[in-house]
């Protein structure tokens, strides 16, 4: 699993790439509990080359929405597979993220 930021314009988009288990969840955790620092703004979560998301990653994604409900940002979810589409509407998160 490898995650890129790319800062711009009051945007941080962050770039999942490969499989977002469990173990990948624990090692990218410390990397994405520095977005919260961005929360006020906008956080791009890009999905593109995401092949899979397990309930951990799901709870990243949770983490960083109430980290930018709080301070007044938001988080979108960018370029979801159908297969993690179908995740988050059984999980609910396609009512809970702003999906593109």
């Known amino acids: ?17 490969g499989r977002l288990d ?3 969840s624990l090692e990218i955790a410390p990397q994405m509990n520095a977005l919260e620092e961005d929360a006020g703004g906008t956080i791009i979560l890009d999905c593109t080359d995401l092949a899979y998301i ?3 990653g799901l709870r990243i994604f949770i983490t960083l929405r109430k980290a930018a409900a709080a301070k007044g940002g938001k988080v ?25």
């Open 1 to 17: 699993m490898e995650v890129k930021f790319v800062r711009e314009s009051g945007e941080v988009t962050a770039y999942l790439i």
């Open 22 to 24: 469990t173990p990948a």
């Open 54 to 56: 397990s309930s951990s």
């Open 76 to 100: 979108i979810v960018r370029n979801i597979s159908n297969e993690i589409r179908s995740v988050f509407m059984m999980t609910g998160f396609l009512n809970l993220f702003e999906i593109q």
